[in-house]
């Protein structure tokens, strides 16, 4: 989603509680608006952000102002904007890729489920393509100063990464080294790390890398089950919304009174807990 606008800020999180309430694990992928759009834009789409953050398990925030370089004032403005619809569609179509094709070392849904159950709501998101003789060591170079990943500061603080490289036949375990070499030199030694290969015959001749990187490490917000059940999209098993370790408390000198039941919801418990909605923080 674009946020700022009417459709991205308004929809997208009735979207969000859509999914949650249908027992969906959700990533978001939000672009924010670029700073010369002005300060309502931009504060629309900071409350739509908020709104998204209670029901999503995990945010991608692609800030508009972070894929220009300081270089590129004459850049023109249609061009900026194409900039960033492509970075959301790379985004959306490498992850799909990186799940839906047979990898050598595949990831599941459950490390990416991991990923976002821990990284207190929000995580960055970088990919890279190249080609040629050094293409390995070039795709790392790249994600190294990725501008989503703040020139590699973000590498440098990540508190868990996920790596995903695609490439055709001719993908070389060689290159798979390399990618992750450079990339483990800037890690910081703890980090929870998983990384996955995938094989595409459309790719012969390029490699593609994306990583999906999170500052922080915490407990998640719910006592979520879905991330012991090995979740893939060939496989997805139903489970209960988990919720937060704690339960509605007794109503005291009104416990001996009928409940308030509408459209047969007992509407004496709490909204959050009939809705299984994720409070944040």
Partial sequence: TGLGGGTGSGASPVIARLAR?????LLCLATLPFAFEGNGIMKKATEGLKKLRAYADAIVRVPNEMLLGRDEADIPAEEAFARSQRIAAEAVLSLWRLLAHTGVYSLDFACIHTLLRHCDGFCHFAAVETSGAERGKAAADEVAKHPLLDKGKVLKKAAGIIVGISGGQDLAI???QAVMARLQEK???EAW???GVAIDSDFDGRLSVIVLSAEHWKEPLMDDERAQLGFSFDNRIRQEQGQLPFAPTKKGSFDNLEPTIHDNQDLDVPTYIRRNIKLPR
């Fill in 21 to 25: 309430e249908a027992d969906t694990p």
């Fill in 187 to 189: 890690l910081p030694e």
């Fill in 174 to 176: 060689g290159e798979v």
């Fill in 193 to 195: 790390t998983r990384t």
